[in-house]
Structures are given as C-alpha cells and as structure tokens.
C-alpha cells in the first residue's frame, strides 16, 4: 500500500529534505506541497499530513487536518505541555486518529536525552544548553523543552533541580526546574549539551547534528508509524520503544 502524504511546509529545509526522501521511497507518494500562500484544502484526500512549519501556525494545520479525518506527523518545534494538552482533549472524541509530534527527527539526539534522564537522578545541578542556525525561530528548542521535561520526570523522588536564581534572566529559562540557555548563531545546525554537577565532578552529554541527512531515519520512521497511529504521542523515543499508541 502506497500512502499519500500532504507536506505543509514543503519549501522550507526540512520540506525539501521529506520530499526527496519520500520521492525515493516506495510506500510513500507526495499528494500535495504546501508553502505558506497555498489553500489548506489542498491536504483534503491526503492520507497523511506532515506538518513542517511553525510553531505558530502549526496548531492550525493540525486541526484542519483532524477536521479532515487526516492523521498527523508533527516536526514543527514550539508544542508546549499545555499546546498538547489541549489536542489530547480534542483526541478523545477521534479515537480513530492520531498525531504523532516529534521535536527532533534525529535517533542520535534522541538516544542522547534517553542518557540524560538516566543521569537526572543523581545530579543535584543540571542545565542544558542548546545552538542552532540564526533562522531558528523558535527558542528554548522543542528539543531542549523535551529533554527538560523528561529530566525532571525522571527525577521523581529527588525533586527540582538546584537553580535557585530564575529571576537572574542570564540564568536561563527554566523548565520542568531545569535552566535552558539558548543561542542563534550563523555557521550552526544544531547541537545540545546537557551539563551535570555533583560533589567534586561534572558530566556533559553532547549531542551535534552536522549534517540534515542525520534526520531521515527518524522521519521515515515517523511516517510509516503515523498512519496507524491512535492518540496523541510526543517523542521519537515512544516510537523506539514500540507500538504508536498515545495518551489521547
């Protein structure tokens, strides 16, 4: 069965970078290319949509397509807790859909937050800092608010993270208690260090894209999950560890 994918965001990077792997797959077709002046009703017949915008306007290609009975792959960064809570709710009335959102189509990145929360129990002082090319718009990444979230989930018993100046701007937003510094800077992709500290000793897990090809594992795994996919699910490592199936 060949699926039909309708790309939202298909003349930025990572358009170009889905259609020319979709291109050589066999599985997949592109239905449609959308850039930002084409009618959202071009997606209509899809059989999946790929959201690949920004995070302002994501929101919208994902309800239009839920509006459409069109399951969705999400790689646009800026999905906050509360943003996902929201569609978990809408979820529960299409149980038949899902949504699959995916900060980082990277499988080094990803393995690299899964050692980051293996560490987050044991480390007192933890803070992450993230680069990315000067055309990021967004800042704290999708990737960086995701290894926050999932560090201070791992934390359980220990508790917040010591970073006891959140009103020192310079210190870096904190989320889930963790402080995120972030820099746009021209010769970067992307990279992200996760630095920890404890009595008499520090440990920093680094993770560097240099190259957009680092993505296509990740984002053919991500299409051939979402079609089948049921609920809201959030990470690439959810996708690792087993079926697609989510919390809404």
Do not use: C
Not at 165 to 188: E, F, K, N
């Amino acid at each position: 069965m060949v699926t039909s994918v309708a790309i939202v965001g298909a003349t930025g990077r990572m358009g170009r970078l889905a259609i020319a792997l979709i291109d050589r797959t066999a599985d997949f077709t592109v239905h449609a290319r959308l850039g930002s002046s084409d009618p959202i009703e071009r997606i209509e017949g899809a059989d999946l949509v790929l959201d690949l915008t920004v995070p302002a306007v994501s929101p919208e290609i994902v309800a239009a397509a839920l509006d459409r009975g069109i399951p969705v792959l999400v790689g646009t960064s800026g999905w906050t807790a509360e943003r996902i809570a929201v569609l978990s709710h809408r979820m529960q009335d299409l149980p038949e859909l899902g949504v699959i959102i995916v900060p980082n189509f990277s499988l080094g990145s990803v393995l690299a937050t899964r050692a980051a929360t293996l560490l987050a129990p044991y480390f007192p002082s933890i803070e992450i800092v993230e680069a990315h090319h000067e055309g990021k718009v967004d800042s704290p990444s999708g990737t960086a608010i995701r290894t926050a979230e999932l560090i201070g989930a791992a934390r359980g018993d220990a508790g917040p993270v010591l970073a006891p100046h959140a009103d020192q701007r310079a210190r870096g937003q904190q989320v889930a208690s963790v402080p995120i510094h972030s820099l746009r800077m021209s010769g970067l992709l992307a990279r992200q260090d996760v630095l920890f500290g404890g009595v008499g000793e520090t440990v920093t897990i680094r993770h560097e894209t240099g190259s957009d090809d680092s993505y296509l594992a990740g984002l053919l795994l991500g299409l051939r999950a979402a079609p089948t996919a049921r609920g809201v699910i959030v990470g690439l490592d959810t996708l690792l560890d087993g079926s697609p199936s989510g919390n809404g």
